[in-house]
């Protein structure tokens, strides 16, 4: 009899925990973070490898907003991401989003780079980033760097042959 109370207990405990975690991750999720204080925006790109919804958004480094939606735009043949920003950022129409990371083993986030435009993106939904760069596949890159390093062909010109031809 006290080996199952002791058992009720512990299965009370981890309920109570897995209660707690859900809580947090509904709680920090896309939506609950795209309030009042925040205005959405989309961008279309050719590759969203890594990117998640609820990946962070950030300017200089500095987390700005969050994405809220990931679709797929079949007319274009491109990802489409929403995310919400910062209401007190005033985003230039000229600026560049793209897919990056922290570093080979860090996670993916949305780099914002503003241009120099005099006119912003508008805060009521209907913006939209123009200017993207999607992810690099990290293979592909690896195995591109891999093969130049094979290739043993030099096509420098030689002191013999200088591209002067025989001048006597």
Do not use: C, H
């Not at 994405?67 to 209401?87: C, G, H, P, W, Y």
């Amino acid at each position: 009899m006290r080996e199952s109370v002791f058992e009720t207990l512990i299965g009370f405990a981890v309920l109570i925990a897995a209660g707690f975690f859900m809580w947090f991750a509904l709680d920090r999720g896309g939506d609950s973070q795209a309030g009042s204080e925040r205005y959405n925006v989309s961008a279309r790109f050719n590759n969203v490898s890594g990117i998640d919804r609820g990946a962070d958004v950030r300017l200089a480094g500095v987390k700005v907003g969050i994405v809220t939606d990931i679709a797929a735009d079949f007319d274009r043949f491109e990802a489409k991401l929403n995310f919400a920003v910062d209401s007190a950022l005033d985003l230039p129409d000229d600026t560049d989003a793209r897919v990056t990371s922290d570093g080979l083993l860090g996670g993916a986030y949305i780099a914002l780079e503003p241009g120099g435009s005099f006119d912003n993106i508008p805060k009521d939904g209907t913006g939209e980033i123009i200017y993207t760069r999607g992810s690099v596949d990290l293979l592909t890159l690896v195995g591109s760097f891999a093969s130049s390093l094979g290739d043993e062909s030099d096509t420098s010109p030689t002191p013999a042959d200088d591209g002067l031809g025989d001048i006597e």
